[in-house]
């Protein structure tokens, strides 16, 4: 199980385990396999889990009637992607997870989340500090959004991500930006 | 201290303390009074606390180089208000926190809020779960932002925080929509 030295790290940057504590809490996690361009969350589907990228690089998007795609998010090596609205009801979802290479990721349900917390109460702390991140980071993006131009919004997230640049489409940038497909490409020439 | 029994129960609608408990945690919460029109934040601070609106409403906002306003968030009571992006990092600021009506606010520096949640650990709890609901309220606004119409975000505001709207002008309704104030007005006159 190659996938605990990096779950134990990913967890370490927050919180420090006991192997006793480490050894607990593996269980928990179950590696999924998803192959390039497959959905590890279809729209319609009820949401019960989350996912930890170990390897590889997704995207949470939606359409509209008119089939337009909106990606809510990304989420390479280390980071979480689910559709977060519907699991925190466990209710059915509208966003897709599709894979946009052949990825590794580890599936916590959030169930088990709750029962892992209960077993190593430090792991409320992981969470609390992961979901306190995710929204300092929300709020950027939203400012970002209402305040920015297209060249901004481009600019600042290529600050943030630069490795994201790499690895997806200027296409789903654009689609991640909520800008145009030509706006972007008129920005990236000059 | 009437706010105590305020403060209890907003802590308790998530995680049940004892006596003991909360008389540990209540001296970290400073009660601050705010007039209407005034500052609780302003731009250019450095930002070391956030805010639990007891009583009243205030908006946290920015503006760009020509003076145009953008709403970040609303506080009502019950709800937590500061600059995030800035706090997280105890850094200046640009956004500015003001009273939209005379408040009583409970101010909790970043620096009291990791030693109380060592002192009685059941405060991880409670500020990872509002650090989740802030984060998928976040997503579900991005989403809206994103994808729907200027009368498809005024609806979902309208049917997430029909309260907001007894307290806030239409401008700032707009402000924080990010659609210009004639769009509104045209929307809420059908």
Redesign the interface.
């Known amino acids: 199980m190659e996938y605990a030295i990096f779950l134990r790290q990913h967890i370490e940057d927050i919180v420090a385990l006991t192997d006793e504590e480490f050894q607990t809490i593996l269980p928990y996690y179950s590696p999924v396999e998803v192959n390039k361009k497959e959905l590890l969350i279809e729209a319609g589907q009820i949401i019960t889990s989350e996912f930890l990228v170990v390897k590889g690089c997704l995207k949470a998007f939606?359409e509209?009637e008119l089939g337009k795609e909106?990606i809510?998010?990304f989420a390479m090596e280390n980071w979480w992607i689910s559709d977060?609205?519907a699991l925190?009801k466990e209710t059915k979802g509208n966003v897709c997870v599709q894979a946009l290479e052949d990825c590794f990721v580890l599936e916590l349900s959030f169930e088990d989340r709750k029962k892992m917390?209960e077993a190593v109460?430090k792991m409320?702390?992981f969470?609390?500090e992961k979901?306190?991140?995710?929204?300092?980071a929300?709020?950027?993006?939203?400012?970002s959004?209402?305040?920015n131009s297209a060249k901004e919004k481009y600019e600042l997230l290529l600050h943030q991500y630069p490795a994201l640049f790499q690895r997806v489409s200027k296409t789903m940038i654009a689609q991640y930006l909520?800008v145009s497909r030509e706006t972007l490409s008129r920005l990236t020439k000059k």
Chains 1, 2 share one sequence.
Not at 138 to 143: G, S
Request: net charge positive; with cysteine; proline share 7%.
């Open positions: 939606t509209d909106y809510i998010q977060y609205p925190v917390c109460p409320y702390i969470h609390g979901a306190f991140s995710g929204y300092v929300l709020q950027k993006r939203v400012l959004m209402m305040k909520g």
